[in-house]
């Protein structure tokens, strides 16, 4: 299995709503990656966890929260977004351990906050 | 941190022509450089890699090079098809356990049949 799952595929949601996203991998990648693309733009790195930890937060507002519950699963949670929240939201995946080695993408949740 | 520029940020050319997508990276430290394909609407796919101690690799119509002094590093797309039609974007990437992914503006490019 050489998949990164993204579920849902797409999500629309009120500004009072909170709404989880899901992201799976089973390739026993220990690195996992949350990104946010704007439309003609490339995307931009949010969270990374390694080993399950939380690595890097690109100052991201803690309206968005991240949880890592296992290897294999990372979530972002969503609680009162606002409509420039709107967006592609990426999952990625990469070994640990191995440098210089790709980054697998999911096919991402389209958000879009009303 | 790290800043990736990208040239040209849209591209057009005659299906069977090259077509030729430059970058530029800022930090020292980057070590890793792939590039990926993005359709509308899907998730960005890995097209070629290279790392920072190799000057060139090539897969078939796709080659990229790297000069490391300069910074700079290129893709090259000789005998392009339709289906080439995509935003490329690249990237440049620290390595230390986890990988650190600057992207690049991306370029879209158009193949004419």
């Known amino acids: 299995d050489t998949e990164v799952t993204q579920t849902p595929k797409h999500l629309v949601m009120g500004m009072t709503n909170k709404k989880s996203l899901k992201c799976e991998q089973h390739?026993?990648?220990?690195?996992m990656y949350w990104y946010k693309q704007k439309a003609k733009k490339p995307p931009e790195l949010m969270f990374v966890?390694?080993?399950?930890?939380?690595?890097i937060n690109e100052s991201v507002p803690s309206r968005f929260s991240p949880e890592c519950p296992n290897s294999s699963l990372l979530n972002l949670h969503l609680h009162a977004l606002q409509p420039e929240d709107s967006a592609l939201y990426l999952c990625?995946?990469?070994?640990?351990?191995?440098?210089?080695?790709?980054?697998?993408f999911g096919q991402g949740t389209r958000l879009t906050v009303v | 941190g790290e800043n990736v520029e990208q040239h040209p940020s849209t591209l057009s050319v005659q299906e069977g022509d090259s077509a030729v997508i430059k970058c530029t990276y800022s930090?020292?430290?980057?070590?890793?450089f792939p590039w990926y394909k993005q359709e509308l609407g899907k998730r960005p796919q890995l097209i070629i890699d290279?790392?920072?101690?190799?000057g060139e690799k090539k897969d078939q119509r796709i080659a990229v090079t790297l000069n490391k002094t300069a910074k700079h590093f290129s893709l090259h797309i000789t005998e392009t098809q339709p289906e080439d039609s995509a935003v490329y974007f690249c990237?440049?990437?620290?390595?230390?356990?986890?990988?650190?992914?600057?992207f690049g503006t991306g370029t879209k490019l158009q193949v004419i049949p």
């Open positions: 390739m026993g990648h220990r690195a």
């Open positions: 990625a995946s990469s070994p640990t351990g191995h440098l210089n080695t790709e980054a697998f």
């Open positions: 966890y390694s080993y399950e930890k939380l690595s």
């Open positions: 990237a440049a990437t620290i390595s230390g356990g986890y990988q650190k992914v600057t």
């Open positions: 290279i790392r920072s101690n190799v």
């Open positions: 930090d020292s430290a980057s070590n890793y």
